[in-house]
T-cell receptor, first 112, second 113 residues
Framework: EAQVTQNPRYLITVTGKKLTVTCSQN?????MSWYRQDPGLGLRQIYY???????DKGDVPEGYKVSRKEKRNFPLILESPSPNQTSLYFC???????????FGDGTRLSIL | QKEVEQDPGPLSVPEGAIVSLNCTYS??????FMWYRQYSRKGPELLMY????GNKEDGRFTAQVDKSSKYISLFIRDSQPSDSATYLC?????????????FGKGTKLSVIP
């Protein structure tokens, strides 16, 4: 089954404690991206990757890091989380950046 | 002006009604148009995908694109309670080695039995 898998699905943590959200896809997609979804603001892109070792900033990259060492994995790193990063996060993949995205089921992060 | 505008609703309709969801966009370079459906606690899933202007039908769903007006629509016929979800439109283009995919903020739809 084609899917994008995110872990964890839910996380409550404290300010400043580094965390990583993993994302893996099994569709051999070259393009992967991270979004955050907030009420009234919709989906906003954080970072994207057009291929292995190629990453670039989206609309709201401050406070986040990513890496793309393998085609299937695209982890999102919050090195020093702050309460304003409390949000619902989605990883997505596709063949190209202008093509339909396949989304994971989301990770709900609460930073206290 | 946001590149893709979508009325957030909420929209509440009785079961069996025809639903019309709409988005407007400002960037004339957009050439791919999508509609996603997002259920609570789930990720968005692709519902309809069209290239350039015209209509596309899939069961009870019809997507329309009018590039001259920069207007895209999703029609749901014989709406069902299971159609209750948030619907997001998205517009995309590619050019000169770069891509852009922009989402609307979503319209929350409730279909009342």
């Amino acid at each position: 089954e084609a899917q994008v898998t995110q872990n964890p699905r839910y996380l409550i943590t404290v300010t400043g404690k580094k965390l990583t959200v993993t994302c893996s896809q099994n569709m051999n997609h070259e393009y992967m991206s991270w979004y955050r979804q907030d009420p009234g603001l919709g989906l906003r892109q954080i970072y994207y990757s057009m291929n292995v070792e190629v990453t670039d900033k989206g609309d709201v990259p401050e406070g986040y890091k990513v890496s793309r060492k393998e085609k299937r994995n695209f982890p999102l790193i919050l090195e020093s989380p702050s309460p304003n990063q409390t949000s619902l996060y989605f990883c997505a993949s596709s063949t190209r950046g202008d093509q339909p995205q396949h989304f994971g089921d989301g990770t709900r992060l609460s930073i206290l | 002006q946001k590149e893709v505008e979508q009325d957030p609703g909420p929209l509440s309709v009785p079961e069996g009604a025809i639903v019309s969801l709409n988005c407007t966009y400002s960037n004339s370079a957009f050439q791919y148009f999508m509609w996603y459906r997002q259920y609570s606690r789930k990720g968005p899933e692709l519902l309809m995908y069209t290239y350039s202007s015209g209509n596309k039908e899939d069961g009870r769903f019809t997507a329309q694109v009018d590039k001259s007006s920069k207007y895209i629509s999703l029609f749901i016929r014989d709406s069902q309670p299971s159609d209750s979800a948030t619907y997001l439109c998205a517009c995309a283009y590619s050019g000169a080695g770069s891509y852009q995919l922009t989402f609307g903020k979503g319209t929350k739809l409730s279909v009342i039995p």
